[in-house]
């Protein structure tokens, strides 16, 4: 049996027990009260709705693809006859398109409109040259170009005075005798290199009449006819030119013509 100061030793310490359970358990109890609050939040975190920065965040994919390449376009191999189609004639039906208007065809001119052409321009038709009033020739309009240059370099020196002599020993000169005179003419298309006197261009050339160019000669006296018209130095006293339309004796001279002409 135990005694009054058993019992006062004992009383103490069971207090002391029991405050300790007391604080053991309000320390348990505060320990699941912090378990349950966090529990709590998590939930509660978990039911509401995301916000849209964390929307557009949770859908956005993680990386952005590369954008696909353009497509190239695809080489095509021309086709004779055939024309590749492009991006408007391919929305184009051929019945959509205006008919092209027929090209207009040029119109036949007539002789009446050549042969005022022809005097517009200073030239003759057909094969014949003239000598107009102002003591001049004309080429004819289908004369090879050797003629025309006769014929031109010819009026150049038409209604220089006439010098015996003149026109040999340069071509270029004040006055011209017979020779000098056709020298210089056939010069201005290369049909000669030099000057000559009468009896050298007696041996000049082809024998006989040319179709273009005829020089006749004598160890006396040379003319030539061009395209029908008289080159001479002796027509001078007539009409003041070497240019005449009148024609002349060809006895006692040779007739001479420049190849091909």
């Known amino acids: 049996m135990a005694s009054e100061g058993d019992t006062g030793r004992v009383l103490p310490i069971l207090r002391h027990r029991w405050a300790l359970l007391a604080l053991v358990l309000l320390l348990g109890v505060g320990v699941t009260g912090s378990a349950l609050a966090l529990r709590g939040n998590r939930t509660a975190r978990a039911n509401v709705p995301p916000t849209r920065a964390a929307a557009a965040t949770v859908s956005a994919p993680a990386a952005a693809a590369d954008p ?142 040319g179709r273009w160019i005829t020089v006749y000669s004598n160890p006396g006296h040379t003319f030539m006819i061009i395209a029908g018209v008289r080159f001479d130095t002796s027509s001078r006293g007539v009409g003041g030119s070497r240019w005449t339309n009148a024609s002349r004796s060809t006895a006692g001279f040779v007739a001479r013509h420049p190849p091909g002409l």
């Open 68 to 209: 696909l390449p353009a497509p190239r376009p695809r080489s095509v191999e021309p086709q004779a006859g055939v024309q590749p189609a492009s991006s408007d004639t391919a929305e184009k039906s051929p019945e959509s398109e205006p008919a092209a208007p027929p090209e207009k065809l040029p119109q036949p001119v007539s002789d009446a409109e050549i042969r005022r052409e022809l005097k517009q321009s200073g030239l003759t038709a057909g094969a014949r040259a003239r000598v107009n009033a102002d003591g001049l020739a004309v080429a004819p309009a289908d004369a090879p170009a050797p003629v025309q240059q006769v014929i031109e370099a010819g009026n150049k020196i038409a209604k220089l005075p006439y010098r015996f002599g003149g026109g040999h020993a340069t071509f270029v000169d004040t006055a011209y005798d017979c020779s000098g005179s056709l020298s210089y003419a056939l010069a201005a298309a290369r049909l000669v290199g030099a000057t000559m006197d009468s009896t050298t261009l007696s041996r000049w050339g082809d024998a006989g009449p």
